[in-house]
T-cell receptor
Framework: DQQVKQNSPSLSVQEGRISILNCDYTNSMFDYFLWYKKYPAEGPTFLISISSIKDKNEDGRFTVFLNKSAKHLSLHIVPSQPGDSAVYFCAASKGAGSYQLTFGKGTKLSVIP | EPEVTQTPSHQVTQMGQEVILRCVPISNHLYFYWYRQILGQKVEFLVSFYNNEISEKSEIFDDQFSVERPDGSNFTLKIRSTKLEDSAMYFC????????????FGPGTRLLVL
């Protein structure tokens, strides 16, 4: 039951370039989307989120884009830095009193110096 | 910066034994959660807790699991009779907001059931 899908298990990017991480979802009840970053032996760290009423949210080097009709969101990191190397998880919640997060499997980003 | 803490970081137990995983959420947070991640799989929601009661739980959270907030700071997950398939990383999370917002995760407890 893959309601949130991250189809790329890994991504390598040169330092300074843009990293684009993609996420698709199937459940139209999802109305809030989040990105988390995870280093080994640590818990997921919240990065950025977006409500379904928006199509873009920006925070420093991180921008999340939401295409609701395509049920697709992406995280752009620019410029990418070696410290960004981690596993990135896309997550979604349904709202209306339900705040449990449904996670994707993650994409391992490697930023090469 | 305030953070969610979890103890122990690692726990090894025999099948059938009871385990209690402990979490101290961020002090002004109101909502508390447990998630788990079996090795190689995605992070899965177990349960959410608000105002001293369970607000949501997943199919995974069966009668073997229970949660408690025994005092003003700790939030615990108890597994009454552990099974081999309970081996996983267990994450506690908390959030202050009563609307959707980023949940703040602890570092996790790695549980190994032998």
């Amino acid at each position: 039951d893959q309601q949130v899908k991250q189809n790329s298990p890994s991504l390598s990017v040169q330092e300074g370039r843009i990293s684009i991480l993609n996420c698709d979802y199937t459940n139209s009840m999802f109305d809030y989307f989040l990105w988390y970053k995870k280093y080994p032996a640590e818990g997921p760290t919240f990065l950025i989120s977006i409500s379904s009423i928006k199509d873009k949210n920006e925070d420093g080097r991180f921008t999340v884009f939401l295409n609701k009709s395509a049920k697709h969101l992406s995280l752009h990191i620019v410029p990418s830095q070696p410290g960004d190397s981690a596993v990135y998880f896309c997550a979604a919640s349904k709202g209306a009193g339900s705040y449990q997060l449904t996670f994707g499997k993650g994409t391992k980003l490697s930023v090469i110096p | 910066e305030p953070e969610v803490t979890q103890t122990p970081s690692h726990q090894v137990t025999q099948m059938g034994q009871e385990v209690i995983l402990r979490c101290v959420p961020i002090s002004n947070h109101l909502y508390f959660y447990w998630y788990r991640q079996i090795l190689g799989q995605k992070v899965e929601f177990l349960v959410s807790f608000y105002n001293n009661e369970i607000s949501e739980k997943s199919e995974i959270f069966d009668d073997q699991f229970s949660v408690e907030r025994p005092d003003g700071s700790n939030f615990t997950l108890k597994i009454r009779s552990t099974k081999l398939e309970d081996s996983a990383m267990y994450f506690c999370a908390s959030t202050a907001e009563i609307i959707q917002g980023g949940q703040y995760f602890g570092p996790g407890t790695r549980l190994l059931v032998l």
